[in-house]
């Protein structure tokens, strides 16, 4: 079992640049690819980035290249999301996500955990 939760959504002007953070605990986090999708008001959750278990594989959707960078930190159990240039249309719940092995992948329904997920909110 892995418990994963949110951190550093909020408010930011268009423009602005949010970093969010996602902390794991329970499992070896290493042993599994992450991932960070969204979900807007009325709208599917859709994909954002995901990242290897080693961060030498990176995924972005081209909704957010290049202004999103996703990283990881093994020793800090720790996934992150730096948001750059953002735009009203980025404004949503963000969640992280976990997906036991090494194969990354973009699909919302190949990822076994889920955390709570942390508001984004970009002001025109």
């Known amino acids: 079992q892995v418990q994963l939760v949110e951190s550093g959504g909020g408010l930011v002007q268009a423009g602005g640049s949010l970093r969010l953070s996602c902390a794991a605990s329970?499992?070896?986090?290493?042993?599994?690819?992450m991932g960070w999708f969204r979900q807007a008001p009325g709208m599917r959750r859709e994909f954002v980035a995901a990242?290897?278990?080693?961060?030498?594989?990176?995924y972005y959707a081209d909704s957010v290249k290049p202004r999103f960078t996703i990283s990881r930190d093994n020793a800090k159990n720790t996934v992150y999301l730096q948001m750059n240039s953002l735009k009203p249309e980025d404004t949503a719940v963000y969640y992280c996500?976990?997906?036991?092995?090494?194969?990354?992948?973009?699909?919302?329904?190949?990822?076994?955990?889920w955390g709570q997920g942390t508001q984004v909110t970009v002001s025109s």
């Open positions: 996500a976990a997906k036991l092995g090494f194969i990354v992948t973009t699909t919302s329904r190949d990822y076994d955990y």
């Open positions: 990242i290897g278990w080693s961060a030498g594989s990176t």
């Open positions: 329970g499992r070896t986090f290493s042993s599994y690819a």
